[in-house]
């Protein structure tokens, strides 16, 4: 059985590859060596206005996502978050273990994002922000109508367990008998097996 969380894709962005402002630099190699490529952003925020900005964070339909940032920091920092060119949150007390300075750590925020590119900007303004390895988003996993072991198809082997169960020969969990209740009539019966049958064949 494929055992999967809605939000089990992620879409990654190193922000060694995002467009950098301000004093934000890129620390790669052996400093690097717990980053994702082995790099990182430094000197976000500060004086010297660092500034990382993601411009092609995809999606392919608008709504709401998870965005989860990687970061790097050995005291509490906060950084800014602007999305589409407006400010959305500030996320505070960012960090690993004290004074630890290679250690990854990840935050996630909730933000609505529209179809197609969509700009992240993460900054402070008003201090020292985290060094920043990625984002990453959330891509909700497509249910396929009927597939009852969870493999991402509907196949003959899904019509087989909703018999089986419909039979009393084996017993489905709550989403197995969601996803095997075609009809949305309550019930797992023999019009879901017809129905089964229909989208099978057609």
Known sequence: MKLTTPYSRYRSYEAENAVLSGRASVTAGKQGKYCSNDAYVGYVGGSGQGAVTFSDVTVDKAGRYTVRIYYVSGEPRSLKVDINGSYVTTLDNLYANKNDWSGIRAVNLEADLREGKNTIRLYND?????????????????????????????????????????????????????????????????????????????
Not at 141 to 163: M, P, Y
Not at 167 to 196: C, H, K, P, W
Request: proline residues 3%; hydrophobic residues 40%.
């Open 126 to 202: 008003r201090g020292n922000a985290p060094s920043l390895d990625r984002i990453a988003v959330a891509i909700p996993e497509e249910k396929v109508v009927g597939d009852v072991d969870f493999n991402g198809r509907l196949q003959v082997a899904d019509l087989i367990l909703t018999s089986r169960y419909i039979r009393g020969m084996i017993g489905f969990s709550a989403e197995q008998f969601r996803t095997a209740d075609l009809n949305g009539d309550g019930t797992a019966d023999v019009f879901d097996l017809i129905r089964y049958r229909h989208l099978l064949t057609s």
